[in-house]
């Protein structure tokens, strides 16, 4: 394993933690610390991006690539590098939050440890995350990272057909919709990413949204988008004369859903305080009446995001249960258990 992709995401997963007051400041500080991250000595490698021609590290693990432009903002992934021989299947992390989160999100860049020893080349993504920011506008981003790095798929020794989705929460609404959206490239773009198919081949969805109408009318918090802000960020699927639950309901994956549609994996905290389990369980309805295939894997007890499911007493091998099944479905093979969190026992309250 890299060790200054690892100390990244230790450092992501720290502050994550942080955040879920797991961890103090001074703990966090400490740790994130503890290591010194050795000068890269990368071998730099050509990159097609708006038809031009920029220049990235291809050995290491890369920080901040940029994929695209839009709205006068970069948008960037960060890259980990696959165990092993390639050619390498891909997984493209998408994380959480509707308007602020990075691609070191915790919950969601957790599984990036035990896929890249596992042969899996990892991009972790960002795309548009400011208040103006509309989810077709998300959408379109990860649809233009995935045409970019199937693009550039030689760079890092990617098979372009074996590409996955991996969203999480607010990530897995674009799993979810992306995962569902045909996509196929624009043939006299000028710009040859563009060209190229935005499809994946299997989408894993961690306990994500996919009905937005029960979403929207939750009691609003600091973080969550108010009424006012819904209306904004499913403004492109509005027409004149509907409400706003009848736009939510176009812009949700749970009515999307048709034939033809790639495998999904929908992993989900049974109780999720923040994204109901009931949003995979419906989701997985809509996929079964389609003819899609898929399979729901509940986490008992688990409440939302990775951060504190090592804790949950009886937490079954869930890491390992989505590699076998991304193994599958994406014809790989390579070594499982290397990066899987060990789980904690704690002493269940009388």
């Known amino acids: 394993m890299n060790h200054a992709s690892t100390l990244r995401r230790r450092a992501g997963f720290l502050l994550g933690l942080f955040a879920a007051g797991v961890l103090s400041p001074s703990v966090s500080a400490r740790a994130a610390e503890s290591d010194a991250a050795p000068k890269p000595l990368p071998e730099w490698a050509p990159l097609a ?93 990860v649809q233009r990272a995935i045409r970019f790095i199937r693009f550039n798929a030689a760079r890092w020794g990617v098979d372009p057909g074996r590409i996955a989705l991996l969203g999480g929460s607010a990530g897995g609404y674009l799993s979810n919709m992306v995962g569902l959206t045909a996509a196929p490239g624009r043939p006299d773009a000028d710009d040859p990413v563009k060209r190229v198919d935005a499809r994946v081949q299997a989408v894993v969805t961690m306990y994500g949204v996919s009905d937005l109408r029960p979403i929207i009318h939750r009691p609003w918090v600091p973080g969550r988008p108010t009424l006012e802000e819904w209306a904004a960020l499913v403004a492109p699927f509005a027409t004149s004369g509907r409400s706003l639950d009848e736009i939510a309901g176009t812009a949700s994956p749970v009515m999307n859903v048709k034939a033809g549609a790639p495998p999904f994996l929908l992993i989900h905290g049974t109780k999720d305080e923040a994204v109901p389990y009931a949003q995979s369980t419906a989701f997985q309805q809509a996929l079964q009446a389609a003819g899609v295939e898929n399979e729901l894997l509940p986490i008992p007890d688990a409440l939302h995001t990775t951060v504190t499911w090592h804790r949950v007493p009886g937490m079954p091998d869930w890491e390992k249960h989505l590699l076998l099944w991304l193994n599958h479905h994406l014809q790989h093979e390579g070594p499982m258990g290397e990066g899987i969190r060990g789980r904690v026992t704690w002493p269940r309250k009388n």
């Open 49 to 141: 991006i708006d038809g031009g021609i920029v220049y990235a590290a291809a050995a290491n693990s890369m920080d901040g690539v940029v994929y695209g432009e839009a709205d006068g903002e970069q948008l960037t992934f960060d890259y980990y590098p696959a165990a092993g021989p390639a050619p390498h299947p891909a997984v493209i992390i998408i994380h959480g939050g509707w308007f602020h989160g990075t691609s070191k999100a915790a919950g969601e860049i957790y599984p990036a440890d035990f896929l890249t020893p596992a042969g899996y080349a990892v991009f972790s993504i960002n795309f548009r995350m400011g208040r103006h920011s509309t989810l077709g506008d998300k959408i379109d981003d």
